[in-house]
């Protein structure tokens, strides 16, 4: 037809009654309320699914009739009621109780920075466990009320969704994502007008708009550059998470660091602790700096204000998995900033160097603008200390300042309502208040066999009901057959959810060892060969575009899942995302994970189906490290480090198919006349009861809270006071101290003795060539371990007291001590610089041993 075709939207009209479906579909919090996502769906089950469970895009798209018709319904309009009345219980209250709780003061901010974020499906700005994780971490600084506010970066495409064809070759798809679909809105200034901020690169000046989204209790903060005013390439730089090249990744964390910064200043928001989860936000340090500088702080004072009030968590386990940039580009995007703020380019470059990299490092500039940093679990916490152990060299890895919390999950968001009413009934009302509490847990020992395992199957009958569609939708897309599709879905029964299903899924990274289960074919095959017994794999993740190795982990298995022997015993699911990630882990009967050890930082979705009842076959690495009892599920104990990774595949293969063939299989199968296994209910019970309270997200955050975000607060304070006195003097100290401090030398003046009587008097007496230093500015110390004792903890320390100024400039430092233990000790006496505003003790890294 001649003409131009024009477009036009018609959106329904909400009624009067319904008016508030708005407000709950532009809150977050619907993410991990899912009596608010069942109120949507009921409106519409097809559509809900077709929208991806977007609220925002839900109502855009709905019918008008079925509005006016749900207008009319007493039930839906119930419903509705109870949903808004959890809704406004939830948002009423004050946070003057939470501050004096957690030690914070009635102004005090925390600000969240993050590349991704991952809330729910409906918002695709997360690509896997970290956005997981920083959306949880959200939600649960929303529960417990604690003054905080996110900022990260509005992604157009997000990461990318998923198919895999015939042959198991994973094909990413990326769509454009419409705004007006996301629970976000543009924040605008006092005029109406939208808010913008600027970046500046090299050459220009890049824009970002500034959307906000509500999170529960909290706010969300993205910035996005696809606009109009920017150049073709610079709006690209939030076209897609994690994609481009590594100048697209600089700009990316130039804009996240720099312009989130920016945004919170310009929102007149004003933190007091400023958390960075993970490195690609450390450029807020840079910018933070400029602006003290900017009121008139030197560089040295200036950082020294902004570390003392930042926190910095690494989830990195390899040395190489953290971002890096040559120096040359450094120079190239900060050349005005080292001109802004009188610093040389080798200054600049200081913060980020490493040993034996020539490369600017990311985790370098958070750790030197940061005084607390964290691992995410005791093992990583650990491991970090050693790969991080060159920024404070003259310090012992285990006396490091790096410590760690343990990650955790929000259980409102992977807790299948299924559990609610029968925890009610057995744990009592306001159990989801007592989560770390581990008295309450046990009540999930009540709750009658029966009842525990029909829920159970309930779950899994949901999820293999999931796997069936995916799997239909898959096998036909691929031309397979109907007939053949019935052989693949032979044990994935809603109907008789009776067979044994194990899961495995996550990004297929080579570490994570997804092929690990098919190290020994034929040990594998005798395994699930067992009709009496059969068993279901289910894998599922995706592979980064780029990473060709994990690729070829999906094709691999995709292969093996066709043979004949394993056919419908073993299954790979595409479009793995969090939908199907809330099913999985609440459905399956064993959470499989086989890391490299120690390279699993520390893991979360094991939790995630522990808590919902299933039991964890895992490499002890990562939080299985902390979590594992003994009782509540099963362990791979990593083998010797020095064996090659072929040796060390076959032997931990070894373990899990001896634990799959001798334990977990035959336990499932125990069956009573009951028609399940009372030993493996027992142990499932167990295992909720276990982790729940330990590995939940209010322990987390209370664990944040007490050991960073207050302690940073209060430091700031001392920090800032009195027009930044604390940071300018600290710095001034420091100063004296770097001059000083190579010229400290310790001498023993008594005779050192072998052996004592038990409780005879010691007195230990040691000079102290202080090179201009002042006694004060220094620790002398008496470490006293037994023999082999390398755990600092165990240590017993002393402090000398100053006793008088000896010839040559020497100082005598003096400490007399009776011994209440027998037996062989070792001794070592140490100094370190010392100063009462110092965050930790060894934060200088500077240690002198005698």
Known sequence: MPGTRFQLEVNPAIPARLARLEELSNNLWYSWDRATRALFSRLHPSLWHAVNHSPKAFLKRIDQKRLLSAAEDP???????????????????????????????????????????GFHESLPIYSGGLGILAGDHCKGASDLRLPFVSVGLLYRQG???????????????????????????????????????????????????????????????LLDTDLAKNTPADRDI????????RTTRIEQEILL?????????????KPTVWHINEGHAAFLILERVRGLHGQGLAFDSALEAVASNTVFTTHTAVPAGHDHFTEGMLLHYFSQFCSD?????????????TPNSPEFNMTALAIRGSRFHNGVSRIHGNLSSSILASLWPQIEPAENPVDYV???????????????????????????????????WQGVHRIPDQIFWSIRQSLKAQLLHLIRHRVREQHLRNQGSESHLDRILKYADPANPTVLTIGFARRFATYKRATLLFNNRNWLRDILGNESMPVLFIFAGKAHPADEPGQSLIRQISELSRQPEFEGRIMVLEGYDLHLARRLVSGVDVW???????????????MKAAINGAMNLSVLDGWWGEGYDGKNGWAIKPTSEGLDPGERDTEEARTLYELLQDSVIPLYYRNSSLGYSPDWVAMAKHSIASIMPRFNMQRMLNEYTKKFYAPAAAQWRKYAGENFAGAQHVAAWKARIRSAWPGVRLRRVELPLARVRYGEALCFEVAVQLNGLEPKDLIVELVIARPGENNPAKSKRYALRHEQVLDRGEHLFVRELSLEQCGKMDYRIRAFPHHDLLTHPFEMGMMEWL
């Open 159 to 221: 990461y990318f969704q998923q198919t895999i064809d015939r042959d198991g070759r994973q094909h990413p798809h990326y769509f454009d994502t419409d705004f007006d679909d996301l629970p976000i809105v543009p924040v605008l200034r006092e005029d109406g007008s939208e808010m913008l901020i600027s970046v500046e690169l090299p050459g220009r000046s890049v824009w970002a708009k500034v959307w906000s989204a509500k999170t529960g209790n909290s706010m969300l903060y």
């Open 238 to 245: 939030t076209h897609r998470l994690y994609g481009g090249d």
């Open 341 to 353: 703020i009188g610093i040389s380019g080798a200054d600049l470059l200081g913060l980020g160097r």
């Open 592 to 606: 499989l994970n086989n890391p490299i050890y120690p390279l699993e930082a520390s893991g979360t979705s094991g």
């Open 257 to 269: 660091g720099v312009g989130g910064v920016r945004t919170l200043r310009e929102l007149n928001i």
């Open 406 to 440: 343990t990650n955790a999950v929000h259980v409102p968001s992977f807790l299948a309502t299924d559990w609610h009413e029968t925890f009610d009934r057995h744990l009592g009302l306001g159990w989801m208040h007592r989560l770390t509490d581990q008295n309450c």
């Open 75 to 117: 039930i839906f309009l119930g419903t509705m009621s109870r949903v808004l009345s959890a809704y406004d219980s939830y948002h009423q209250g004050t946070n003057q109780e939470v501050h004096s709780h957690f030690a914070l003061g009635p102004n005090d901010l925390i600000a969240y920075f993050c590349a991704e974020f």
